[in-house]
């Protein structure tokens, strides 16, 4: 996750005399977005599709699985120039934000061994993330490393947008599960409910933040931008 991401220019209308709340907006969104991402690791039912990768590659390399997304976000930021893609603030501080927060919640939050503690984590896991995605989307600095990935790719090759995110979960996903990433009902549940959680969180934030009630900015967040961060 239609039109791209960042199509709609970051101070368009209604955004332009609200920068201290976006960036409130922003930052929250992507802490947020980074402890969710923690209560799905501690649940050990099913990640997102890029942090079975992320977690894989961690305990490859013994790294933290925040710091591999920092790395891994990086990466994926080099890939854009050939594709002429543009970063935003968001999008860098997306790299090192959500990390950040990820590692941060994992070493405050205690390990859970009972399946009915783990249950509620995963679950309170996706639905936060939903939040947190609607909370930075709509805060309109820019997509995520992956997300602009994504979108880079759907205009150089024409393919569809949901090809395109197919492909390339199906990819993260297999090879973090090789390296020793966890997939699970967790795995299965986000991929269903993320799209519409996103979504809704989207047009409550557009909403609240848009004068007259405008869902200017709900309009345009395409379903190819709710994807991981």
Same mark, same amino acid.
């Given at each position: ?47 997102? #599709? ?58 405050? $939050? ?9 249950? =509620? !984590?995963? !679950?309170?896991?996706? $639905? ?5 995605? *609607?909370?930075?989307?709509?805060? +309109?600095?820019?997509?995520? =490393? ?8 759907? +205009? %150089?090759? /024409? %393919?569809?947008? %949901?090809? $395109? ?18 997939? *699970? ?17 989207? %047009?409550?934030?557009?909403? +609240? +933040?848009? #004068? *007259? /009630? ?5 309009? *345009? ?9």
């Amino acid at each position: 996750m239609s039109t791209p991401a960042d199509s709609t220019p970051a101070h368009g209308p209604g955004t332009g005399g609200r920068l201290p709340l976006r960036l409130v907006q922003l930052y929250a969104g992507l802490a947020l977005y980074g402890a969710s991402s923690a209560l799905l690791v501690e649940a050990g039912l099913g990640l997102e #599709p890029w942090n079975v990768l992320h977690q894989g590659l961690a305990e490859l390399t013994g790294l933290t699985i925040g710091v591999v997304s920092i790395f891994v976000g990086a990466a994926v930021l080099l890939l854009w120039i050939p594709l002429r893609q543009r970063p935003g603030l968001g999008t860098v501080s997306n790299v090192f934000v959500v990390g950040l927060a990820m590692d941060g919640t994992l070493a405050l $939050v205690p390990d859970a061994h009972a399946l009915a503690v783990r249950v =509620p !984590l995963m !679950l309170a896991g996706i $639905v936060l993330n939903g939040l947190a995605t *609607g909370l930075y989307i709509s805060a +309109r600095f820019g997509p995520g =490393p992956r997300d602009g990935l994504m979108t880079g790719l759907h +205009r %150089r090759t /024409g %393919r569809s947008i %949901r090809l $395109v995110r197919t492909v390339l979960e199906v990819a993260v996903v297999a090879t973090g599960f090789v390296l020793g990433g966890t997939v *699970g009902v967790g795995t299965l549940l986000y991929a269903v409910a993320i799209g519409p959680l996103a979504q809704f969180f989207l %047009r409550m934030f557009a909403v +609240r +933040r848009a #004068p *007259g /009630g405008s869902t200017v900015v709900a309009a *345009g967040q395409p379903e190819g931008a709710i994807l991981s961060g």
